[in-house]
């Protein structure tokens, strides 16, 4: 086998090499996040942009640093107007759970779409994410 022939291979499999570990790389910061949304209080739906209840939320494979949104609806099924509070378990350390509600009443049988956003820290440690999202209706005043 001549020399230029053995120059290509060797940098055929170097690149080959390179290109497995990048996928690797990729593989591994891409982790599973995936969130119980519950809502408490009788008083309060929570539902998909298509109107099937929402108790769950798979925000699908995420990278380090990355956000990702979900769209819901939020509709009042009591007798009393209601403010909403939001909280969440996710850590603090691995990432934040926020959402575009802009703190207006939400009247009687009124439904609000509201967009929730996940994002994971830069430095976040762990690969897979179970967390619960809170969602409060109480009356205001």
């Given at each position: 086998?001549?020399?230029?022939?053995?120059?290509?291979?060797?940098?055929f499999v170097l690149v080959s090499?390179v290109t497995i570990v990048a996928?690797?790389?990729?593989?591994?910061?891409?982790?599973?996040?995936?969130?119980?949304?519950?809502?408490?209080?009788?008083?309060?739906?929570?539902?998909?942009?298509?109107?099937?209840?929402?108790?769950?939320?798979d925000w699908g494979n995420m990278?380090?640093?990355?956000?990702?949104?979900?769209?819901?609806?939020?509709?009042?099924?009591?007798?009393?107007?209601?403010?909403?509070?939001?909280?969440?378990?996710?850590?603090?350390?691995?990432?934040?759970?926020?959402?575009?509600?802009?703190?207006?009443?939400?009247?009687?049988?009124?439904?609000?779409?509201?967009?929730?956003?996940?994002?994971?820290?830069?430095?976040?440690?762990?690969?897979?994410?179970?967390?619960?999202?809170?969602?409060?209706?109480?009356?205001?005043?």
């Amino acid at each position: 086998m001549s020399k230029k022939a053995i120059s290509i291979a060797t940098v055929f499999v170097l690149v080959s090499m390179v290109t497995i570990v990048a996928a690797i790389m990729v593989i591994k910061t891409q982790w599973g996040i995936r969130s119980e949304l519950r809502v408490l209080g009788d008083e309060l739906k929570v539902c998909q942009v298509d109107g099937t209840e929402c108790t769950s939320i798979d925000w699908g494979n995420m990278t380090l640093g990355a956000s990702a949104t979900h769209d819901i609806i939020v509709k009042n099924t009591g007798d009393d107007h209601l403010n909403l509070l939001m909280n969440s378990t996710l850590d603090t350390s691995v990432g934040s759970v926020t959402w575009n509600y802009t703190g207006a009443a939400l009247l009687v049988g009124e439904l609000m779409p509201i967009q929730l956003t996940v994002t994971i820290n830069s430095t976040a440690s762990r690969d897979t994410y179970m967390f619960d999202i809170n969602i409060y209706g109480w009356r205001g005043s």
